[in-house]
């Protein structure tokens, strides 16, 4: 069957044990074994990468960019698609759609649930000239079953960030209204209710270059974003802001991110993914606080010279984590952990090392 995929499941018993490559993390005493489930979902031939992921309508979906490279570097290397496969049970993955755009390398597809039903994809479209990037545009689709997607269509960016090469990278909904950090001549919050029109809600200014960002709320509708720096320290910045969302309160993260992913499991308390920037690049899950401190609880089965772009959903008692890498190469593919949620849990000790 073309788009049903073999599975390739591996169980990794993981142990505390010495990791040479990242001297930085702390070195505690095992005192328990811990079952992390590693599960290879999508594998083509294909470098595949920039995951989200979300449970729609009862079934499972990963988003990712497909090309044969991780970017347009040379005259062979071919514009990104979007892909998106789905599953019913978290095993068996199929695909579900595949877009592309004439002339446009479609990069970091990222799925949400709006609030009308909808499922929205929204992605960066790079256009380059002699393998030099020349513009990124925001591009968004919409689909009431995640297989059949509408028209590709342009963000419109308010009149106070549209200078050019905006990109906004991640939405996320909050009573009725989604909300965004787009970056390019700007670093702006800006808001929409429909997906497509956006307004501003406040330029940020922040050293450093931000760029990547993600947002989550706390129950009383505080907003808190996670940023990626390139510039500077380049350690990552967290930061909370009450409504209206203009005023906000900054911590330095003390760890460089890569593609920040977070989830608050209480007001005061999260789980976060991020590439790591350690000597070797791997997939890190690490448990923190709501003023931005983290500390590492295990690294994924990962490797090469790029991986992580994680989405994260709980399910039960486990935390599933999708992720691309190239560790079992020369390609990188999409992988889907299942993680135990005590390994997060205040007052655990040991952390846990692949």
Not at 274 to 301: A, H, N, Q, W
Request: charged fraction near 20%; proline fraction near 4%.
């Amino acid at each position: 069957m073309k788009h049903l995929i073999s599975i390739l499941t591996q169980v990794v018993l993981i142990t505390m044990m010495t990791v040479a490559q990242t001297p930085q993390l702390k070195q505690l005493p095992a005192n328990q074994d811990v079952n992390i489930e590693v599960q290879r979902i999508w594998s083509n031939g294909e470098y595949c990468s920039f995951t989200s992921f979300a449970k729609y309508k009862g079934k499972y979906f990963v988003s990712f960019r497909e090309s044969n490279s991780h970017q347009i570097l040379k005259p062979e290397d071919q514009n990104g698609k979007a892909r998106i496969i789905y599953s019913e049970d978290g095993r068996e993955w199929k695909s579900s759609a595949l877009i592309a755009k004439e002339g446009y390398d479609l990069r970091d597809p990222k799925i949400s649930i709006m609030p009308d039903g909808r499922m929205m994809l929204i992605m960066g479209g790079c256009v380059y000239k002699n393998c030099k990037r020349e513009a990124v545009e925001t591009w968004v689709c919409f689909s009431d079953d995640g297989e059949h997607f509408s028209e590709l269509q342009p963000v419109v960016f308010p009149d106070e960030v549209a200078h050019g090469n905006e990109f906004l990278w991640r939405i996320t909904w909050h009573d009725g209204v989604g909300y965004g950090v787009s970056y390019g001549s700007f670093f702006s919050l800006i808001k929409t209710t429909d997906g497509i029109h956006y307004e501003l809600v406040s330029h940020i200014n922040m050293p450093g270059f931000p760029n990547e960002s993600t947002i989550r709320f706390l129950s009383d509708g505080t907003m808190a974003m996670m940023v990626r720096r390139e510039n500077d320290s380049k350690n990552g910045a967290f930061g909370l802001s009450k409504p209206p969302y203009v005023q906000w309160k900054w911590n330095d993260m003390d760890v460089r991110l890569g593609g920040p992913d977070f989830m608050l499991t209480s007001d005061s308390t999260m789980i976060v993914a991020s590439r790591s920037m350690y000597s070797t690049e791997k997939t890190m899950l690490f448990s923190g606080d709501t003023r931005g401190k983290i500390e590492e609880v295990c690294i994924l089965p990962s490797g090469g010279d790029d991986n992580s772009y994680t989405g994260m959903l709980v399910e039960g008692d486990q935390l599933w984590v999708t992720y691309y890498s190239k560790h079992e190469g020369p390609k990188a593919s999409i992988y889907l952990a299942k993680v135990p949620l005590k390994l997060f849990q205040s007052g655990v000790t040991s952390r846990y090392f692949y």
